[in-house]
C-alpha cells in the first residue's frame, strides 16, 4: 500500500526554520517527482514546492522563493522542505505528494498520491 508520511511541523516563531520530511513507502520513490502543498483553514491548497525524480528540476512558488528549499534522498525513499525566514501566512497543513512523472508540475490535481499532512504554525 502507497503511503507518504510526512513530518517535522510544529510551532515556531516568525523567522524561525522548521525543516519537513515525507517518507514514501510501497512506491518506487526514484521514477517519482514529488512536491510540497500547503492549505490553511477557508483557503485552497496551494501549491509550495517540486522536484523532479533526479532532483535536479525544481520549482518553487514565487511565496517561498529564497526561503524554501525543496530535496530529495533517493536512497532513504525521502523527500525534503527546508523552511527558513517562515511567516505567519505560511502556517497551513502542508502536504507531500508525488507524480508518476520526470518533469515536476505545480497542478495539485496532477499528483496521484499524498500525504495525510503536518502542521506548520507560525506565531507572530
Known amino acids: 500500500q502507497v503511503q507518504l508520511a510526512e513530518s517535522g511541523g510544529g510551532l515556531v516563531q516568525a523567522g524561525g526554520s522548521l525543516r519537513l520530511s515525507c517518507a514514501a513507502s510501497g512506491i518506487t520513490f526514484g521514477v517519482y517527482a514529488m512536491g510540497w502543498f500547503r492549505q490553511a483553514p477557508g483557503k485552497e491548497r496551494e501549491f509550495v514546492a517540486t522536484i523532479g525524480r533526479n532532483g535536479f528540476n525544481t520549482i518553487n512558488a514565487d511565496s517561498v522563493k529564497g526561503r524554501f528549499t525543496i530535496s530529495r534522498d533517493n536512497a532513504k525513499n525521502t523527500v525534503y522542505l527546508q523552511m527558513n525566514s517562515l511567516k505567519p501566512e505560511d502556517t497551513a497543513v502542508y502536504y507531500c505528494?508525488?507524480?508518476?512523472?520526470?518533469?515536476?508540475?505545480?497542478?495539485?490535481?496532477?499528483?496521484?498520491?499524498w500525504g495525510q499532512g503536518t502542521q506548520v504554525t507560525v506565531s507572530s
Open positions: 505528494a508525488a507524480r508518476l512523472a520526470t518533469i515536476p508540475t505545480m497542478r495539485p490535481n496532477e499528483y496521484q498520491y
